[in-house]
């Protein structure tokens, strides 16, 4: 009876202990991540991430800047909610969608995106599709970020933009940092990405980078024409003759005469947009474009842009006004500037093909060349990125 009384006592003991052990563990899964369930509902969730990491992509796209920061699900899913919150800018008014909007292909259709306390950007906003795919690592217009890292937390340091300059008054980031750590969900999502909730400016960038990165756009019919065929020069079956022609303008290089008007060839946009990727040629100078947006004097240091993948959205308008200054606002006025560059006085840095036998290019189009590149530059565009919710606003 003894052995009998001693058991029951144990097998008593040990059901409390498991029992309270299961409703510890029970309680804690339930509470786990309350912070992000709260302010995001189903739209971020630890548990069930979207992909990022494994997005496939064409085996004929081969360009890619990621270097060592390596796109991971985790990372990138903070790096959306950093995106799109706009408690990184000084009166959480402003985040870096506010400027870069998912429906107009990460970019913008105002001149000049408006930041802090009615400040304003110093140039147009860039459109943010494939910043990946590129061979040039630096970024910004002037290209004064030498990486998509570094880029990332300029803008919050912006005195205009986002307001953490450390000027004129203004906290700096640290006081941004201190402000993410106060934060109930980035508590949560640091640890989950980090094991800690320590909040540095290393890993905003490397959050920050990883979600640009993963925006990505090839669902286009150039994409379906080009995995059809063996090399961009074939006719794309999928593509009408038009397109096909001016597919064939933009591959096939200019010849000029000794004053730089053009007497054959195509118009030679391959030289600086080389496709498949269509990003910018890293050794491109400024592209006769000078102006200063909302000032006076000129501007020679632009010589980075965006791939002209989404030039136009899924109506075929522009995805908001072209170049750093917003001036030209649709793809004929596009080609009409390449078709007769003016060497402004000063602009000692307009790239090499601008200016065949040092005269500014004269590509002496007919309007049947400048419709069938038109045709050819919107069949770059996909439909995907405009709608896909892994790159939405988490906060919506």
């Known amino acids: 009876m003894k052995h009998v009384s001693k058991f029951l006592v144990f097998s008593a003991v040990l059901a409390l202990v498991l029992n309270g052990y299961s409703c510890k563990k029970s309680s804690s899964d339930t509470n786990s991540y309350t912070a992000i369930k709260e302010k995001f509902g189903t739209r971020i969730d630890p548990t069930n991430l979207a992909n990022y990491a494994n997005q496939s992509k064409p085996a004929y796209i081969t360009k890619d800047n990621t270097g060592s920061n390596r796109i991971t699900n985790a990372k990138a899913t903070l790096g959306r909610v950093l995106f799109y919150d706009k408690q990184l800018s ?22 000049a995106s408006l930041g802090v306390e009615n400040g304003r950007t110093a140039r147009h906003s860039m459109r943010l599709i494939n910043a990946r795919f590129s061979n040039e690592e630096k970024f910004f217009w002037d290209e004064r970020a030498n990486t998509l890292e570094e880029q990332t937390t ?10 953490f300059s450390g000027q004129n008054g203004r906290p700096g980031i640290s006081s941004l940092l201190a402000k993410i750590q106060g934060i109930n969900y ?14 540095t400016e290393a890993r905003l960038q490397e959050c920050l980078s990883q979600f640009v990165r993963s925006i990505q756009s090839f669902d286009s019919r150039y994409d379906i024409g080009r995995a059809q065929a063996p090399q961009d020069q074939q006719p794309f079956t999928n593509f009408s003759q038009q397109e096909n022609v001016g597919k064939n303008l933009f591959l096939t290089l200019p010849q000029f005469d000794p004053q730089g008007v053009r007497i054959g060839g195509g118009l030679g946009c391959v030289g600086c947009h080389a496709p498949p990727e269509f990003s910018i040629d890293p050794n491109s100078g400024n592209n006769g474009i000078v102006g200063v947006l909302n000032g006076t004097g000129i501007d020679i240091n632009n ?24 001036a030209i606002k649709t793809l004929q006025a596009v080609i009409g500037h390449y078709g007769q560059i003016v060497q402004a006085p ?8 601008l200016r065949p036998n040092g005269f500014g290019q004269n590509l002496n189009l007919n309007q049947q060349e400048v419709d069938a590149v038109i045709a050819f530059l919107k069949t770059l565009s996909g439909t995907a990125v405009y709608t896909d919710e892994k790159w939405s606003d988490p906060f919506q």
């Open 346 to 353: 000063g602009n000692t840095r307009l790239d090499q093909r």
């Open 90 to 111: 000084i009166n959480n008014t402003v985040s870096c969608g506010s400027c870069h909007i998912q429906k107009f292909a990460f970019g913008d259709t105002a001149l």
């Open 186 to 199: 980035y508590n949560e999502l640091f640890k989950f990405v980090y094991g800690n909730t320590t909040v």
């Open 154 to 163: 300029k803008p919050i340091q912006d005195h205009a933009e986002m307001g």
């Open 303 to 326: 010589t980075k842009a965006p791939t002209l993948r989404d030039l136009v959205g899924v109506s075929g308008n522009p995805n908001g006004p072209l170049m750093h200054t917003g």
